[in-house]
């Protein structure tokens, strides 16, 4: 350790020893931009894709359901559904549902 951190010998001098704090931070800064961008908790950029289809018991998959079995008509269904993207967000736009 003493020929690493050589002061007057022409060694590179103690400011080696920062190396593997700046490799951890440049480590820790890429983890939370990736989790701030939300690629954590949705498989990241390698899942499978669904097409945007709403998915299990959301408001807009029972939606869907409902219109798919000839419980509400076509008027209903659109009038719903703009009430729920307003709620909601658009799928597969950012949006929570």
């Given at each position: ?7 007057g010998g022409g060694?590179p ?68 559904l ?16």
């Amino acid at each position: 350790m003493q020929n690493l951190a050589d002061w007057g010998g022409g060694g590179p001098g103690p400011w080696i020893l920062f190396f593997p704090l700046i490799w951890a931070a440049v480590v820790l800064g890429a983890v939370t931009v990736l989790r701030r961008t939300g690629l954590r908790g949705r498989g990241g950029p390698w899942r499978v894709t669904d097409g945007g289809r709403p998915a299990g018991d959301s408001p807009l998959a029972v939606l869907g359901r409902r219109f798919a079995s000839g419980e509400i008509d076509e008027d209903e269904y659109w009038r719903r559904l703009s009430v729920l993207e307003e709620q909601f967000g658009r799928p597969g736009k950012g949006g929570a549902a």
